[in-house]
């Protein structure tokens, strides 16, 4: 089954629907884990973001306790309040398939029993690209977009999320294309981290960027790119360098947009309470 997340405004509500309009996001990252409790009918953070390091080796035991971390810090006890958590892998069926910037320990791991078992209390689980694009798709700069949107969140890798008419085709992990004649990827390559790592320029980053996009732009052919992560905040410094077709734009939510997607599909894992006003069919699974 492959889970497509449909993103669909709509007057009321499912027949088993409550009028829970909160949810706690938490995204974890190659180098922090934040989260934050978000009203869903505004597409907004209730609370402070609260961030943590990502344990050095990111082992699932350390990286469990520092999630329960945040949580603890947020205050958020009550398991009545859905929680989701977005995850840097391939996540199907609760399972990671690969591990980018954290242990080899992930792949084939059942991470969502893990964290559940963990903490306590029922969580959904997905890629955390994916739910950036659903944030980016209910709240955002692809809210209402027809066509092919291909958000890329830019920082520690290069997350992607491919939304078609407002539906969602989960772990398109884009950013590990190869590059041509190389021996790295292009998220090695071309990701914002290669910036403090290599001490780029804006421009010369640009230039990278270019070829990735101008890539994509070609294999592709999106009706829009949306530019996420926390260096979308410093859009102006390098999407002006970029000469491609396609229009793109910085996301709306920006680093927030993890948090503010996994809240979101929380609600998706729990059937008795989609808000109001919100997705009617937020997740539909084909064959």
């Known amino acids: 089954m492959i889970a497509a997340l449909r993103v669909a405004k709509v007057g009321g ?4 629907a409550t009028h829970a309009t909160q949810a706690v996001g938490v995204d974890i990252g190659g180098t922090g884990i934040k989260g934050a409790l978000v009203d869903l009918e505004a597409g907004t953070l209730l609370s402070e973001r ?10 699932p035991d350390d990286v469990l306790t520092a999630v329960q971390t945040v949580l603890d810090t947020l205050g958020v006890t009550d398991a009545d309040i859905p929680l989701g958590v977005a995850f840097p892998a391939i996540v199907k069926h609760g399972r990671t398939l690969s591990a980018a910037n954290v242990a080899d320990t992930w792949i084939g791991f059942e991470a969502e029993k893990f964290f559940e078992d963990g903490l306590g209390r029922e969580i959904h689980f997905a890629n955390d690209a994916d739910v950036a694009g659903v944030a980016e798709a209910q709240y955002g700069a692809a809210r209402g977009v027809e066509g092919l949107v291909l958000l890329t969140t830019l920082g520690t890798g290069i997350g992607t999320a491919l939304l078609h008419d407002g539906i969602l085709i989960p772990n398109s992990e884009l950013g590990h294309l190869q590059r041509a004649n190389e021996s790295t990827d292009f998220e090695r390559w071309a990701a914002y981290s290669a910036v403090e790592r290599e001490q780029l320029s804006w421009h010369e ?4 960027l270019q070829r990735y996009y101008s890539h994509l732009e070609f294999v592709l ?18 999407l002006p360098l970029l000469d491609l077709q396609t229009p793109m734009v910085p996301a709306v939510h920006r680093n927030n947009a993890g948090i503010i997607g996994a809240a979101a599909l929380a609600l998706a894992h729990d059937e008795a309470s989609v808000p109001a006003e919100s997705a009617d069919d ?6």
């Not at 509500?13 to 088993?16: E, N, Y």
């Not at 609260?50 to 082992?59: F, H, Q, R, S």
């Not at 009706?223 to 926390?230: A, H, P, S």
């Open 13 to 16: 509500m499912t027949t088993q």
């Open 50 to 59: 609260v961030k943590v390091a990502t344990p050095t080796g990111a082992e």
């Open 205 to 208: 980053w640009a230039k990278r």
């Open 221 to 238: 052919n999106p009706d829009l790119f949306i530019v996420g992560g926390g260096v979308s905040k410093h859009s102006e410094h390098f």
């Open 282 to 287: 937020l997740v539909a699974e084909t064959d």
